[in-house]
């Protein structure tokens, strides 16, 4: 792994596969960096505009650069834990003022917020590529050389054009799908006689042994694996109670002599991100009485809601929060709820 000497680093920032490895490999860097020097280093997350904005209105770019730059501060804070004050990190938006149109461009503002910010070094995701079509990078990087700023690439996977089904897996993954396996099995099995240990040992071998290349590909990393499931733990209690809140709520609605319904389709964008929290928060949603998800489209979900109250516990954003809670911490509860995101945009507007 390439070492950086820098403490105040520059990070240009787009959606790209080898994002979240690039953000933990920045914060490993400046942590070590830091506590070398004895000193604070500063990761400054930018998202480039392509766009010029004449006035301070929020357009779709500028809503997708908010999320993904909340989501690139969540990353951080997490893989930063207990050393959160060795690094500061700033998120922003670039090139707001000005058309971005040739690497050159793009070089000009990234070199120019580097100086005005005494950045030293500027560390570029390899799957970095705000225009999503054009490749970008490789002149990009030219022409930030030639301006003078100092420049590494971060040494992640790139996203394989064709990806492979089967995957090379790791010791540790392995004893987690063992793991999942064996407790799967004693679950069903309701029993730990002898007879099941020994079976459900069998068969959790069979089945890691089988899936070892397809399944829990993405590598394993204890320390944060223990956090989400401390945190889980956390939150199946916690969602316990709020499905009983909603059942004395919808049961209190049906015996009502009115029948007080109000039954609503509403769709809103949750600030949660990758497969598994928007799966945890859809099934949270539907086992919740009163409310039940009818479609998700990346973190874009169509909810189905039976009463007024259930609509504003909903956009109240306790589950969302909690989710975010279970798998980016607890940082990621100051990310505004649902409510006060669509307040925020209507005032923009």
Do not use: C
Request: aromatic share 10%; charged share 20%.
């Amino acid at each position: 792994m390439v070492t950086l000497t820098s403490s105040r680093l520059l990070v240009p920032v787009s959606e790209s596969f080898s994002l979240r490895n690039t953000v933990a490999y920045v914060v490993q860097q400046a942590l070590e960096r830091a506590r070398e020097t004895g000193s604070s280093a500063t990761i400054h997350f930018v998202y480039p505009l392509s766009e010029r904005l004449t006035f301070d209105t929020e357009t779709k770019e500028t809503k997708t650069a908010h999320t993904l730059l909340d989501r690139v501060a969540v990353w951080a804070e997490e893989d930063l834990g207990d050393d959160a004050d060795a690094v500061t990190i700033e998120t922003t938006m670039v090139g707001t003022r000005e058309y971005l149109f040739s690497p050159a461009d793009y070089a000009d503002v990234f070199v120019r917020y580097a100086r005005d910010h005494d950045l030293e070094r500027a560390v570029f995701d390899p799957g970095f590529n705000p225009l999503g079509t054009t490749p970008l990078l490789p002149p990009l990087e030219a022409e930030v050389r030639r301006a003078g700023l100092d420049l590494t690439e971060a040494p992640v996977q790139r996203e394989r054009r064709s990806p492979l089904l089967v995957k090379r897996g790791t010791v540790a993954q392995f004893f987690s799908l063992f793991s999942v396996s064996y407790f799967f099995y004693l679950l069903l099995a309701g029993s730990v006689a002898p007879f099941e240990l020994a079976t459900g040992a069998i068969t959790a071998s069979i089945v890691a042994v089988s899936l070892w290349g397809v399944s829990l590909t993405t590598p394993v990393h204890p320390i944060r694996t223990t956090k989400h499931l401390g945190r889980f733990a956390l939150y199946v209690p916690y969602l316990l109670w709020q499905i009983a809140k909603a059942n004395v709520e919808i049961a209190r609605v049906v015996l009502h002599p009115d029948l007080p319904i109000d039954p609503k389709m509403v769709e809103f964008d949750a600030a949660v991100w990758s497969a598994l929290p928007v799966t945890t928060l859809a099934n949270s949603i539907t086992l919740t009485p009163g409310t039940l998800t009818v479609d998700v489209s990346r973190r874009h979900f169509t909810v189905h809601t039976l009463t007024g109250s259930s609509r504003d516990d909903l956009f109240d954003g306790s589950l969302e929060r909690a989710v975010r809670f279970v798998f980016y911490g607890l940082a990621a509860a100051r990310i505004p709820s649902p409510i006060e995101r669509r307040k925020k945009e209507e005032d923009s507007s």
